[in-house]
């Protein structure tokens, strides 16, 4: 089975600064890094994903970057704005299907 | 407009008592999920199915059950042998991996279940 170890619990930056979310995974055979973003009351959401196959993923000013041989992976923030408050998840895919998750980042961007 | 939808958004139930959850997709998605959410713990699988009428156990299967009779439903059932099942749980679906792009696609959420029991 897959084991997602996500730190920080809890991340405060300054509005603009960056944050960064590493989670670690414990099966080799894991092939598939998403990563939600969970608003209060809301359904999680996808905001970005990777896949074995690649290094580094960018969209924007959120960025994924996957590290195989150490088994980690970090979420980039860059300029932090309010509306990035969230919970945010990693989560890891093992070719069985089952999709393992962290215990999820509450980010707070304060103005 | 296509979907996964779960119901009720709330429910109130008795100790003792078994409840199901319904969720619904329409996607055509093949496999689903079921997650349970508490504070600081983030999402625990509980099932999943790859396909009709086959599941598997997740991390946290106790005192739960499934079924998948069918693809777009899979329903949980809460039992009484849960010994704590006030949660936030979530269901999910995603595409057969193996008829992704890249093989792997994002799993969707419904808008999640609350269950307190009194």
């Known amino acids: 089975g897959e084991n997602v170890e996500q730190h920080p619990s809890t991340l405060s930056v300054q509005e603009g600064d960056s944050a960064v979310i590493k989670c670690t995974y414990s099966d080799s055979a894991s092939n598939y890094f998403p990563w939600y973003k969970q608003e209060l009351g809301k359904r999680p959401q996808l905001i970005i994903d990777i896949r074995s196959n690649v290094g580094e993923k960018k969209d924007q000013r959120i960025a994924v970057t996957l590290n195989k041989t150490a088994k980690h992976f970090s979420l980039h923030i860059t300029e932090t704005q309010p509306e990035d408050s969230a919970v945010y998840f990693c989560a890891a895919k093992w070719h069985d299907y089952k999709l393992s998750f962290g215990a999820g980042t509450t980010v707070t961007v304060r103005a | 407009d296509g979907g996964i939808t779960q119901s009720p958004k709330y429910l109130f139930r008795k100790e003792g008592q078994n409840v199901t959850l319904s969720c619904e997709q329409n996607?055509?998605?093949?496999?689903m999920y079921w997650y349970r959410q508490d504070p600081g713990q983030g999402l625990r699988l509980i099932y999943y199915?790859?396909?009709?009428?086959?599941?598997q156990k997740g991390d946290i299967a106790e005192g739960y059950s499934v079924s998948r009779e069918k693809k777009e439903s899979f329903p949980l059932t809460v039992t009484s042998a849960q010994k704590n099942p006030t949660a936030f749980y979530l269901c999910?679906?995603?595409?057969?991996?193996?008829?992704?792009?890249?093989?792997?696609?994002?799993?969707?959420f419904g808008q999640g279940t609350r269950l307190t029991v009194v």
């Open positions: 996607l055509n998605h093949d496999a």
């Open positions: 199915s790859q396909i009709v009428n086959d599941f």
């Open positions: 999910a679906s995603s595409i057969d991996p193996g008829q992704g792009a890249d093989g792997e696609t994002e799993a969707f």
